[in-house]
């Protein structure tokens, strides 16, 4: 496990409680190094979504518990935030949640000359996923093959 891994796991731990006292749901935790400078973000989600004001009661929560277990040893930025429209998928529950909904999936190598397919997202597994494509052709692609799926939003 990567020391970015073993923060993420520690956060998440940490977000539990916080997140259950205000029926939020937790999408995802990053420590990332971006430009230079390290981040940890967290996105948290509810019915409804997420305010502003849901955003500092969850960062000023965080803030004290991380304070008081100090556990990350570089400086970090400590961003909470919403997931946003075209929210990132990346674990099962995500893709449970999300079935019959229409996904952009970018491909890390192209498939049939596309590295970005679409479609609807009917299946998956700890191996691969299942799509709809527009004309009602069903495909399976490894997860292995794939950098990122996002859900797709149309303005």
Same mark, same amino acid.
């Given at each position: ?22 029926? *939020? ?13 390290? *981040? ?30 100090? *556990? ?80 797709? *939003?149309?303005?």
């Amino acid at each position: 496990m990567s020391k970015a891994e073993k923060y993420e796991a520690k956060t998440e731990k940490l977000l539990e409680t916080i997140i259950a006292d205000n029926n *939020f749901e937790l999408v995802d935790v990053e420590y990332v190094k971006e430009h230079g400078s390290w *981040f940890l973000r967290t996105y948290i989600d509810k019915d409804g979504g997420i305010t502003i004001d849901d955003c500092e009661l969850v960062s000023r929560a965080l803030s004290d518990l991380l304070d008081d277990n100090d *556990f990350i040893e570089d400086s970090y930025i400590l961003e909470v935030s919403s997931p946003g429209l075209g929210r990132q998928l990346k674990k099962d529950r995500d893709f449970a949640k999300n079935i019959g909904e229409e996904v952009d999936i970018k491909l890390y190598r192209a498939i049939n000359k596309n590295k970005e397919i679409t479609g609807i997202l009917i299946n998956y597994d700890k191996d691969k996923i299942t799509l709809e494509l527009k004309e009602e052709e069903i495909i399976e692609i490894l997860r292995s093959e794939i950098a990122m799926v996002r859900l797709t *939003f149309d303005f």
